[in-house]
């Protein structure tokens, strides 16, 4: 094989926006503790590696979406026995995020299955984003396609980010969804950031895809300037009666390579280990962590399938001495400290581990 070639912009974590496929590939070939090593070191030049991102999620519109994405529940589609809800009463987004804010999330998604929102449904909308914004929460939507405009009216009304994901790569996509493409989903991206909106894009593991689709996906968000803010990754729930109910188990560390690799992509993101959590036990959630994961979902429910109980997620904070990002930080001797992050007082992590650099360009 040939040997990894890690040039020091790499190994330093600056942000690169040309990445090749090869590049990428050579990244996911590492060995194991290699990779995980890079994407540690980069990681904590650019994060306290001890402090977790906590969002909180409901959907405000469940159910009887248009579009025919084959892994979501709530395509109308697929038979998935979900009961399809309006629009709901922003009385009950507020009490939703009250109790978000009560169990220390720093920020509130909601999201809407809407192939894009109608213009009726946007004054209330917008007034669950002013009203939730108004008690301190950081604010998200995940609400389907965005014109311009209706991206405008989101990003003045206060909204923080905005989610639409590629889902997968480009070349893989039309296996997934073919009610609307991959360019669509570039355009909309493209009008939140225009918006002055923060991006929050990122894709899903276990559709049947290779790696080098995951490679693809994540060449296609890293090229973005600026990169996405933040980058879910989600591990696929299959749900009976979707076309992915029998999907093929993702291995756990090639999961976890794709956090790596994401981490060393964007340097600079929070990358969400998103949906999937419940599936995954704690010792699987922590090398997520260690390989640059710092952002979750926290709560029992995600849209409308389980995430683990908020119980287990206190718990595994504890025991890793993890914090939630944004609250009061106690630090440890030999912790993590802006003062001796690497990046800081210039002491470089040996990422390349001795290997002579040679360029990849
Ligand atoms: N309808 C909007 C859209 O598609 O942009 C917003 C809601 S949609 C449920 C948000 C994202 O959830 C999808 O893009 C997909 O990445 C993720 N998602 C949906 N079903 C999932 C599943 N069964 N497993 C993992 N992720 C899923
Ligand atoms: C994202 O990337 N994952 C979240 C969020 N963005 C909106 C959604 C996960 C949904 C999982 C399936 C469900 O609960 O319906
Ligand atoms: Fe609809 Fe979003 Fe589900 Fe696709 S992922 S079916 S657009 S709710």
Same mark, same amino acid.
């Given at each position: 094989?040939?040997?990894?070639?890690? =040039?020091?912009?790499?190994?330093?974590?600056?942000?690169?926006?040309?990445?090749?496929?090869?590049?990428?590939?050579?990244?996911?070939?590492?060995?194991? =503790?290699?990779?995980?090593?890079?994407?540690?070191?980069?990681?904590?030049?650019?994060?306290?590696?001890?402090?977790?991102? /906590?969002?909180?999620?409901?959907?405000?519109?469940?159910?009887?979406?248009? !579009?025919?994405?084959?892994?979501?529940?709530?395509?109308?589609?697929?038979?998935?026995?979900?009961?399809?809800?309006?629009?709901?009463?922003?009385?009950?987004?507020?009490?939703? @995020?009250? @109790?978000?804010?009560?169990?220390?999330?720093?920020?509130?998604?909601?999201? @809407?299955?809407?192939?894009?929102?109608?213009?009726?449904?946007?004054?209330?909308?917008?007034?669950?984003?002013?009203?939730?914004?108004? &008690?301190?929460?950081?604010?998200?939507?995940?609400?389907?396609?965005?014109?311009?405009?209706?991206?405008?009216?989101?990003?003045?009304?206060?909204?923080?980010?905005?989610?639409? =994901?590629?889902?997968?790569?480009?070349?893989?996509?039309?296996?997934?969804?073919?009610?609307?493409?991959?360019?669509?989903?570039?355009?909309?991206?493209?009008?939140?950031?225009?918006?002055?909106?923060?991006?929050?894009?990122?894709?899903?593991?276990?559709?049947?895809?290779?790696?080098?689709?995951? @490679?693809?996906?994540?060449?296609?968000?890293?090229?973005?300037?600026?990169?996405?803010?933040?980058?879910? /990754?989600?591990?696929? /729930?299959? /749900?009976?009666?979707?076309? &992915?109910?029998?999907?093929?188990?993702?291995?756990?560390?090639?999961?976890?390579?794709?956090?790596?690799?994401?981490?060393?992509?964007?340097?600079?993101?929070?990358?969400?280990?998103?949906?999937?959590?419940?599936? &995954?036990?704690?010792?699987?959630?922590? &090398?997520?962590?260690?390989?640059?994961?710092?952002?979750?979902?926290?709560?029992?429910?995600?849209?409308?399938?389980?995430?683990?109980?908020?119980?287990?997620?206190? !718990?595994?904070?504890?025991?890793?001495?993890?914090?939630?990002?944004?609250?009061?930080? !106690?630090?440890?001797?030999?912790?993590?400290?802006?003062?001796?992050?690497?990046?800081?007082?210039?002491?470089?992590?040996?990422?390349?581990?001795?290997?002579?650099?040679?360029?990849?360009?």
């Amino acid at each position: 094989m040939t040997p990894i070639v890690l =040039n020091l912009s790499i190994a330093a974590g600056q942000i690169r926006y040309d990445w090749t496929l090869d590049q990428v590939m050579e990244l996911y070939q590492l060995p194991f =503790n290699d990779l995980m090593f890079l994407a540690a070191s980069i990681h904590r030049q650019n994060f306290n590696p001890n402090e977790v991102q /906590v969002s909180t999620l409901l959907s405000i519109k469940t159910g009887s979406c248009p !579009e025919d994405c084959k892994y979501c529940p709530q395509s109308a589609h697929y038979s998935t026995g979900l009961e399809k809800e309006k629009l709901i009463e922003i009385d009950q987004v507020i009490a939703q @995020a009250k @109790a978000a804010l009560d169990s220390g999330a720093s920020r509130f998604c909601m999201g @809407a299955a809407w192939r894009s929102p109608t213009e009726r449904d946007m004054p209330q909308v917008v007034e669950m984003v002013r009203q939730v914004k108004s &008690m301190g929460l950081e604010t998200c939507m995940t609400l389907g396609m965005l014109d311009q405009k209706q991206a405008q009216t989101l990003s003045d009304a206060g909204l923080d980010y905005y989610n639409h =994901n590629l889902d997968t790569s480009p070349e893989f996509y039309g296996q997934i969804i073919s009610t609307r493409t991959f360019g669509d989903r570039l355009a909309t991206l493209q009008h939140v950031r225009d918006s002055g909106m923060k991006v929050c894009s990122g894709g899903i593991l276990g559709m049947g895809e290779q790696q080098a689709d995951r @490679a693809s996906m994540l060449i296609e968000l890293a090229r973005m300037e600026p990169q996405p803010e933040s980058v879910p /990754v989600n591990m696929l /729930v299959r /749900v009976p009666g979707t076309p &992915m109910e029998s999907a093929e188990d993702v291995d756990p560390f090639d999961f976890i390579r794709t956090v790596a690799v994401a981490r060393i992509m964007m340097p600079a993101s929070h990358v969400r280990l998103s949906a999937g959590r419940e599936s &995954m036990n704690d010792q699987m959630q922590s &090398m997520a962590f260690f390989a640059g994961a710092n952002s979750i979902f926290y709560g029992e429910k995600l849209l409308t399938t389980a995430n683990p109980e908020a119980n287990r997620d206190k !718990e595994l904070f504890r025991r890793l001495g993890i914090q939630p990002e944004g609250k009061a930080t !106690e630090v440890r001797v030999g912790s993590w400290t802006p003062e001796n992050c690497p990046k800081n007082n210039n002491r470089f992590y040996d990422a390349t581990m001795g290997k002579k650099e040679k360029s990849v360009n």
